[in-house]
């Protein structure tokens, strides 16, 4: 029997020992197949977007490389395009490379010959784009020409700078990108240029400039500018430098006509809008996408060799349902939206170093063979193919769908999501349509508040209300009124009775001053009443309407993000500036022969608190009743107490320092800017000492090791 527990035990370990293995196999080889980590962004969470983990919705095909095709070295890989049919590369030594959709060898085509045997070189050609009735459009940007060939590469024609006094003198025509329409007008972005595109009409005439960029100022950048306008002379002026827009760097075209133009590096700080889909007869962007930050957040940028990499978009494709994907070269990315420019995966990468498949050292173009994503490599000389996993082609398909307003359709898809990976936000706005279309506004909230969908929280908490009110109005005033009348009764009753309902006198006193402020302070002058407990308790309690109004207040008003909500910065926010005022108060009107005391000036503060503490509960409640749309109600509340505490320090502060309304102001504009010094003084002394406490503990561990 024993060694039959024996036997059983070493099969049992065994087994386990196996599948252990097994396990960490399929996890060696899922790491291996993806070298990278993908991510998508969570929004609305708080002011910041916030990177999150997400499941895998691209893995890497293969890469290729001209051994791998088959045709000799390439000198350098400029572009690569996809037409569904075939893949055309572009290289450098004057040599188109074209595949078939399975990616086998179909011809090279070198230099370009025309009808009469002539011979064209196209070796500084940065891009290429093929029309739908198979022609091939080259821009040869060093030659400063976009020649259109057959798929045999015999030229068809070319598209010089054309003549027109809508081009400026100086402007130098370097063809970066063309694509055609189905009308036969001809878009080519030209290096550099921030005019926009060059529009060619069928005819071949130059019809104007189409869709550029506007120039985006700042509030700081606007005040600049007033004081170079100000104090410039002839001088500066003619050394000044005039704000221009940005390029385009890529420009591609869907089934329907719409444009799509990518601009790169923007301003650090306002790196946003690089995606527009432009009208085809306007040239106004109508993607939403203008405040929308189409790469990385700053966490992402970093330094190499000394020098920083900032994002640089360099390439986008678009799906005929409208996905949008970017490719950047610094980073080596590829970013995936949706046709309501929400960000729904980032994968590849490299930095680059671009050592495994799927990252990359200089990444320079991409672009979609069905549902695969290709991206090439100019230094690497590669290929790479993502092909959707299992994962990716469900969310991709459930987005269409849900995007199509099919919210029913795509419910049972979004639960699966879910189970697979909680951190893909669509996925809850998904689930949340799905049950306001089935008229469930609880479920929808619940789901929209997971996955802080705030529109359509709004929408489902609207329609719940009113079924609230439809159902239980008469109730609801009954209780009012009964709640009324019977404030007024009690009042009334023990008014009669002479009861006292608050005996204690300071707290009395406090409550009489939003009533009566001027004989209160009066008597806080005269009299020495008041109570510093009491202003104690007023400023906790400052401090913490501030934090409930945060962490409690209604979905829809609040942007609550626990992982980094700091309750010691709201109580140096609230509490801490109550206090600074209070001695930068005590401290300025010393000097200007105030009267007052550090206790009656306290009192005063806290005292005058009061309405904020209060409109601040109330403000809890109705964050919880009312839709952004009414938030009108909450700021007129908002500006109601903030004005009825002003007037009441005020009183306060000409009552106890016996000031005239003019010397209050003046020492109320020092006492703000001591207080200002004071602030500094605290955030210096407290980096000194964070310096010296690290320069301490730095020395303290060299010398016990």
């Not at 080889?29 to 980590?37: C, F, G, L, R």
């Not at 400029?78 to 572009?90: A, F, M, P, R, T």
């Not at 960029?213 to 600049?224: D, K, P, S």
């Not at 006492?671 to 730095?698: D, E, H, K, Y």
Request: charged share 20%; hydrophobic share 45%; proline share 2%.
């Amino acid at each position: 029997m024993r060694n039959k527990i024996m036997r059983f035990a070493a099969v049992f370990l065994s087994i386990i020992c196996l599948a252990s293995c097994g396990l960490t196999a399929t996890a060696y080889s899922t790491t291996n197949q993806i070298p990278y980590e993908s991510y998508t962004y969570w929004t609305d969470i708080s002011e910041e977007r916030k990177a999150v983990y997400c499941r895998p919705m691209y893995e890497v095909s293969q890469e290729l490389n001209a051994l791998k095709i088959g045709v000799k070295n390439f000198d350098t890989i400029n572009d690569v395009y996809s037409d569904d049919k075939n893949i055309y590369i572009l290289d450098k030594s004057c040599r188109i490379v074209i595949l078939d959709s399975e990616y086998r060898l179909v011809k090279e085509i070198g230099k370009i010959v025309d009808a009469n045997g002539a011979t064209y070189d196209y070796s500084g050609a940065q891009s290429l784009y093929v029309h739908s009735d198979g022609t091939i459009f080259i821009s040869d940007t060093d030659n400063q020409r976009v020649m259109r060939v057959t798929a045999d590469g015999v030229l068809i024609d070319i598209y010089g700078l054309p003549k027109s006094t809508l081009i400026p003198e100086n402007f130098i025509y370097k063809p970066l990108k063309a694509v055609m329409d189905s009308h036969g007008y001809l878009y080519v972005l030209s290096d550099g240029s921030y005019y926009g595109a060059l529009l060619y009409a069928p005819d071949k005439s130059f019809t104007g400039f189409y869709g550029a960029n506007n120039v985006t100022t700042g509030i700081a950048t606007a005040f600049q500018n007033v004081l170079k306008r100000v104090f410039s002379n002839n001088k500066k002026q003619s050394a000044s430098v005039r704000t221009l827009p940005y390029s385009f760097v890529d420009i591609v075209i869907d089934n329907n006509d719409f444009i799509y133009t990518a601009t790169g590096k923007t301003d650090t700080y306002d790196r946003v809008g690089q995606v527009k889909m432009l009208n085809p007869g306007t040239g106004n962007n109508i993607l939403d996408s203008e405040e929308v930050n189409f790469t990385d957040d700053a966490f992402n940028t970093t330094f190499k060799n000394g020098t920083q990499l900032e994002q640089d978009i360099v390439g986008i494709e678009v799906t005929d349902n409208g996905f949008v994907f970017c490719i950047e070269s610094q980073f080596g990315k590829v970013f995936l939206y949706d046709r309501s420019s929400r960000m729904l995966t980032a994968f590849g990468g490299g930095l680059g170093q671009g050592k495994q498949e799927g990252t990359f050292v200089a990444a320079t173009a991409i672009a979609l063979n069905g549902t695969d994503v290709i991206v090439s490599d100019k230094l690497k000389n590669t290929i790479t193919i993502f092909k959707p996993t299992e994962y990716g082609k469900k969310v991709m398909g459930l987005i269409d769908i849900t995007l199509d307003g099919n919210y029913l359709e795509a419910r049972e898809g979004w639960e699966e999501v879910i189970a697979l990976d909680r951190n893909f936000q669509p996925a809850y706005s998904g689930l949340a349509r799905a049950y306001l279309a089935e008229n469930d506004y609880e479920n929808a909230m619940e789901w929209a508040q997971e996955g802080y969908d705030r529109e359509t929280y709004q929408l489902a908490f609207e329609f719940y209300r009113k079924g609230i009110l439809e159902d239980y109005f008469w109730l609801i005033a009954l209780v009012v009124v009964v709640l009324v009348g019977g404030i007024i009764a009690l009042r009334i009753f023990f008014k009669k009775k002479n009861i006292t309902i608050i005996k204690n006198k300071q707290v009395k006193l406090m409550l009489k001053t939003l009533i009566h402020p001027a004989l209160t302070f009066e008597e806080i002058k005269e009299k020495k009443q008041g109570s510093v407990t009491i202003s104690l308790v007023l400023i906790a309690l400052f401090y913490v309407t501030a934090v409930i109004q945060v962490i409690c207040g209604g979905f829809m008003f609040t942007q609550y993000d626990p992982a980094t909500f700091n309750s010691l910065w709201v109580f140096v926010r609230s509490a801490g500036l109550v206090v600074i005022w209070i001695l930068s108060n005590w401290m300025i009107s010393t000097l200007m022969q105030g009267k007052g005391t550090m206790r009656e000036i306290c009192i005063v503060t806290c005292y005058s608190l009061t309405p904020i503490i209060i409109e601040r509960f109330l403000r809890l409640l109705f964050t919880n009743i009312l839709i952004p749309t009414e938030a009108m109600f909450l700021t007129g509340m908002d500006a109601l107490a903030i004005g009825y505490a002003a007037i009441l320090l005020i009183i306060g502060l000409i009552k106890i320092h016996d000031y005239s309304m003019s010397r209050l102001v003046g020492t109320s504009v020092l006492s703000i800017a001591w207080l200002a010094i004071l602030v500094f003084l605290m955030i210096f002394v407290g980096m000194l000492v964070q310096q010296i406490g690290g320069f301490a503990v730095t020395v303290f561990l060299e010398l016990i090791s």
